[in-house]
Nanobody
Framework: QVYLVESGGGSVQTGGSLRLSCQAS????????MAWFRQAPGEERVEVARITDDSKRTYADSVKGRFTIARDNAEKTVHLEMISLKPGDSAMYIC????????????WGQGTQVTVSS
């Protein structure tokens, strides 16, 4: 059984920081491309950060310089470090995994809520 379980969300004020974690199980984590998406109410799900199996990172323009994605293959975990948070970052943050890093995602988590107040 495949699981992606996110944690670390919460409520912070503008300028605050959060560190999200995604614990994976049930598949060969080290072989997979991992990503964080976010979805605000009434909006489409968008990719904010991606890390390949060999740790190449890409970020959405809206989060570059503020968010950092990292993976720990030994712990089967991917993290998203978020600083200088803005109200526009408020969303459900969802972890995803793909064997082929081609934009087709094989597994999804349930998400963790991030709320940034002004």
């Amino acid at each position: 059984q495949v699981y992606l379980v996110e944690s670390g969300g919460g409520s912070v004020q503008t300028g605050g920081s959060l560190r999200l974690s995604c614990q994976a199980s049930g598949f060969k984590f080290r072989l997979y491309c991992m990503a964080w998406f976010r979805q605000a109410p009434g909006e489409e799900r968008v990719e904010v950060a991606r890390i390949t199996d060999d740790s190449k990172r890409t970020y959405a323009d809206s989060v570059k310089g503020r968010f950092t994605i990292a993976r720990d293959n030994a712990e089967k975990t991917v993290h998203l470090e978020m600083i200088s948070l803005k109200p526009g970052d408020s969303a459900m943050y969802i972890c995803a995994a793909a064997l082929f890093c081609n934009g087709v995602w094989d597994y999804w988590g349930q998400g963790t809520q991030v709320t940034v107040s002004s």
